[in-house]
Nanobody, 111 residues
Framework: VQLVESGGGLVQPGGSLRLSCVAS????????MGWYRQAPGKQRELVAR????????YVDSVKGRFTITISRDSSRTVYLQMNSLKPEDTAVYYC?????WGQGTQVTVSS
């Protein structure tokens, strides 16, 4: 399994970013894919997970601001739309599927 993230960058507080993760080598459904983040000096935490077509998980700190979706075509892409970004959202964001991880993409929220 290979997971490749993109879409990180520098954004001002209140701004938006959309992260993408393209998955290859997964046979069957990509349900269960998720996004984690790790800020300097902190543990990696689960931010959002696409559990099924009718169920998603979000950590409390991002509820109402972040949305996880999956592509409807064959591209096997998972997205994380991040709105109303705050400085505390600054971290390296990782795509995850089971025991497999992407390389991470940096998100920095700063004025």
């Amino acid at each position: 399994v290979q997971l490749v993230e993109s879409g990180g960058g520098l954004v001002q507080p209140g701004g938006s970013l959309r992260l993408s993760c393209v998955a290859s080598g997964i046979i069957g459904s990509i349900y269960g894919m998720g996004w984690y983040r790790q800020a300097p000096g902190k543990q990696r935490e689960l931010v959002a997970r696409y559990i099924s077509s009718s169920s998603t998980y979000y950590v409390d700190s991002v509820k109402g601001r972040f949305t996880i979706t999956i592509s409807r075509d064959s591209s096997r892409t998972v997205y994380l739309q991040m709105n109303s970004l705050k400085p505390e959202d600054t971290a390296v964001y990782y795509c995850n599927y089971g025991s497999d991880w992407g390389q991470g993409t940096q998100v920095t929220v700063s004025s």
